[in-house]
């Protein structure tokens, strides 16, 4: 027989151990994600197969067959660990991006790399430094080791990086830049991200976060992991959650020289990134015609949400990623309204944005829906 518990209910609000957690843990505001299709169903009595998630920059096409596959078949090792060290996507990595392995740390999506490297370099009280209107996720890496934000700035919604390197200070261990970034999609050139290491003093980490690389056209790409060889403080980190397809998978990786990746891998648990994800990892990273479809299928769905918003009169930030941040006033009103009609997309208020919404790209008939929708929302 069960044995129920026979003291009386405490609350944990009041308790001790609530009451002497460190505060700076207790001042994070938690992460708002993209809202899931079944509770939007659930709340708006809206059919599941006909709601349309453009809330969290996932790929339209869903994941590459040859990543479904070897999922499939990495099932049958599930009931062993997986590789902690991750030997065979390491290597393919390497030989892709012609790294030496020791120099890549793998992460539980690159979220995990973000959180690494604040914890293996950055004490309490120390502080790190990242733009306004960036990744929401750089305060919680950085409150959550009790470090001291710097929030420079943001120079038309995009990173001023001269303004970025005038504000480190001493104590400053740490910097975050996202290129593109998210979620106002806005690139800096490789010239200028060049100019922000070369004036970045070595005792400070930088994290060029490249979570949406793979959109950028050839003409705009530049050679961040080559600098990583000029660069002992530059971390470079890419994920397989956005243009490859793998975002429920969480797989991430950063490139570092090898004393800095020791560090990393020190604080990192030993089997973060799981058998099924490692093969379906290795899989989509050798599957360049997925890559090379859904950067054309994005470069379309991109100029069809451009254009819409210019046919609205809408104002919005020219996009380098797969994402468009638009202007449309009231956001949590026309939020309200697109959510009746069966459309997710993100309400941006949390990074100080409450006029904005960021609408991920879709497949075309999806960003017509949505343009649709958003027309008679805006019109309301
Ligand atoms: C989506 C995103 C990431 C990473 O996500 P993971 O799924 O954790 O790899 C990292 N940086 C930026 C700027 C992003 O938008």
């Known amino acids: 027989m069960m044995t129920t518990p026979t003291s009386p209910t405490r609350d944990a609000s009041t308790d001790d151990v609530v009451r002497d957690a460190p505060a700076y843990i207790k001042a994070i505001a938690p992460y708002q994600p993209g809202k899931p299709i079944?509770?939007?169903?659930?709340?708006?009595?809206?059919?599941?197969?006909?709601?349309?998630k453009l809330a969290s920059n996932e790929n339209p096409l869903g994941m590459p067959d040859s990543a479904r596959r070897a999922a499939v078949d990495a099932m049958a090792e599930v009931a062993r660990y997986p590789d902690g060290n991750g030997f065979d996507l390491k290597q393919a990595l390497a030989a892709r991006y012609r790294v030496p392995a020791?120099?890549?740390?793998?992460?539980?999506?690159?979220?995990?790399?973000?959180?690494?490297?604040?914890?293996?370099?950055?004490?309490?009280?120390?502080?790190?430094?990242?733009?306004?209107?960036a990744f929401a996720v750089y305060p919680l890496a950085t409150l959550g080791v009790g470090a001291r934000p710097i929030v420079v700035p943001s120079r038309e919604f995009g990173h001023d990086l001269e303004a970025m390197s005038d504000a480190v200070t001493d104590d400053t261990r740490v910097m975050f830049v996202a290129n593109p970034n998210n979620p106002t999609g806005t690139f800096a050139t490789g010239d200028r991200v060049r100019r922000l290491l070369e004036?970045?003093?070595?005792?400070?980490?930088?994290?060029l976060d490249e979570a949406y690389t793979?959109?950028?056209?050839?003409?705009?790409?530049?050679?961040?992991?080559?600098?990583?060889?000029?660069?002992?403080?530059?971390?470079?980190?890419?994920?397989?959650?956005?243009?490859?397809?793998?975002?429920?998978?969480r797989v991430g990786f950063a490139v570092a020289q090898a004393p800095l990746?020791?560090?990393?891998?020190?604080?990192?648990?030993?089997?973060?990134?799981?058998?099924?994800?490692?093969?379906?990892?290795?899989?989509?990273?050798?599957?360049?015609?997925?890559?090379?479809?859904?950067?054309?299928?994005?470069r379309a769905g991109l100029e069809q949400l451009q254009a819409g918003f210019d046919a609205l009169g809408l104002r919005y930030v020219p996009s380098f990623a797969n994402f468009v941040l638009v202007e449309v006033g009231d956001a949590a009103a026309?939020?309200?309204?697109?959510?009746?009609?069966?459309?997710?997309?993100?309400?941006v208020a949390n990074y100080g944005l409450p006029r904005w919404l960021?609408?991920?790209?879709?497949?075309?008939?999806?960003?017509?829906?949505?343009?649709?929708a958003l027309a008679a929302a805006v019109r309301r």
């Open 334 to 347: 026309v939020n309200e309204a697109l959510l009746k009609a069966g459309v997710i997309v993100r309400p």
């Open 38 to 52: 079944e509770e939007v169903a659930r709340t708006h009595g809206l059919d599941p197969a006909r709601i349309i």
């Open 102 to 133: 020791e120099w890549l740390t793998l992460g539980n999506g690159s979220n995990d790399i973000l959180e690494l490297v604040a914890r293996a370099l950055c004490r309490a009280g120390e502080s790190i430094v990242f733009s306004e209107y």
């Open 214 to 249: 793979e959109y950028l056209e050839p003409a705009l790409r530049y050679d961040s992991l080559g600098w990583t060889r000029t660069f002992p403080n530059l971390i470079v980190s890419r994920t397989f959650s956005k243009a490859y397809g793998l975002a429920g998978l």
């Open 358 to 372: 960021r609408v991920t790209v879709g497949l075309p008939a999806e960003n017509a829906a949505f343009l649709e």
């Open 261 to 298: 990746t020791n560090l990393l891998n020190r604080v990192r648990q030993p089997f973060n990134v799981n058998v099924v994800a490692q093969a379906a990892a290795m899989a989509a990273l050798a599957d360049t015609a997925f890559i090379d479809r859904s950067r054309g299928l994005n």
């Open 199 to 207: 004036r970045v003093p070595s005792r400070v980490a930088v994290v």
